[in-house]
């Protein structure tokens, strides 16, 4: 794990979607053709409502894997976490 010394961006990512399943499913889209990417750390994705962003819904679990970065299941999944 490479430790923060410096502050991290984040970048808000706006959309026209409507629903939180909707928004959800764009971000899993994203997360599976910019996997690879690994400046992104898809395990603290987030969404929120345009006008409500102080209320965040947290995509993925953020359980860390020893190795393997962090556990790509839903948030608040049953069972173990498992690798991405």
């Given at each position: 794990?490479?430790?923060v010394t410096d502050p991290h961006w984040i970048i808000h990512l706006p959309?026209t979607l409507h629903r939180v399943d909707d928004a959800a499913a764009l ?58």
């Amino acid at each position: 794990m490479v430790p923060v010394t410096d502050p991290h961006w984040i970048i808000h990512l706006p959309t026209t979607l409507h629903r939180v399943d909707d928004a959800a499913a764009l971000a899993m889209a994203l997360r599976h053709s910019l996997g690879h990417v690994l400046a992104i750390d898809f395990g603290e994705t987030t969404l929120s409502e345009e006008d409500r962003q102080f209320l965040r819904t947290r995509v993925w679990c953020d359980t860390r894997l020893a190795g393997t970065g962090r556990c790509g299941r839903r948030a608040d999944h049953d069972g173990q976490c498992l690798a991405p």
